[in-house]
């Protein structure tokens, strides 16, 4: 609220959530699938050069096990982290680096806020990257929809997976567990 009374815009500006073309949507989520797949790697190339401590490691195993409640893990990593992550970043932050610097500029100045947010070095690399996605799709859409989509289910994904009877050599295995790269 606080961003948005220093914006001096309205809140449809400032966090615009224009509709977007089924084609698009579909195309979009395919992408960042790939991408955060893809992108899982280098967090483990990351875990490979500095061990995570441990109390992090319990931090993100309380988070995706859900055995504090799978509906609040859910509610926290799919719902409030998006929305308030991607309102401060690509609504706040993007809109006015955009306003002042030239389109590239603002994406990576915006990425990288937005990786350093996280306070974690073992995901600094995902982080920039997919910031650096969801600010290139909110320019390239001027509505939040893409990247709120991208980054739930960026956070859906550990959630779910770690809660099916599925594994994913190197991108479902645990932070706190034996560090494999995809094949």
Do not use: C
């Amino acid at each position: 609220l606080l961003g948005l009374s220093m914006s001096k815009l309205p809140a449809s500006e400032t966090f615009p959530l224009g509709v977007t073309a089924p084609k698009l949507i579909f195309a979009a989520v395919l992408t960042m699938a790939g991408a955060i797949v893809l992108l899982s790697e280098g967090d483990n190339l990351m875990r490979s050069i500095f061990l995570p401590p441990q109390w992090l490691v319990q931090i993100f195993e309380e988070l995706t096990s859900g055995e504090q409640g799978l509906w609040g893990s859910f509610l926290a990593l799919v719902v409030v982290a998006p929305l308030t992550e991607e309102f401060l970043f690509r609504g706040l932050i993007l809109n006015g680096f955009l306003q002042r610097y030239s389109k590239w500029s603002a994406i990576l100045l915006s990425s990288f806020l937005f990786a350093a947010f996280h306070f974690n070095p073992w995901q600094f690399i995902g982080a920039f990257a997919l910031g650096a996605l969801f600010a290139w799709l909110y320019v390239q859409t001027r509505s939040l929809f893409l990247p709120l989509l991208g980054h739930a289910l960026n956070n859906a994904l550990p959630l779910i997976l770690s809660n099916v009877d599925i594994k994913i050599s190197g991108f479902s295995t645990e932070i706190g567990e034996t560090l494999e790269f995809q094949p």
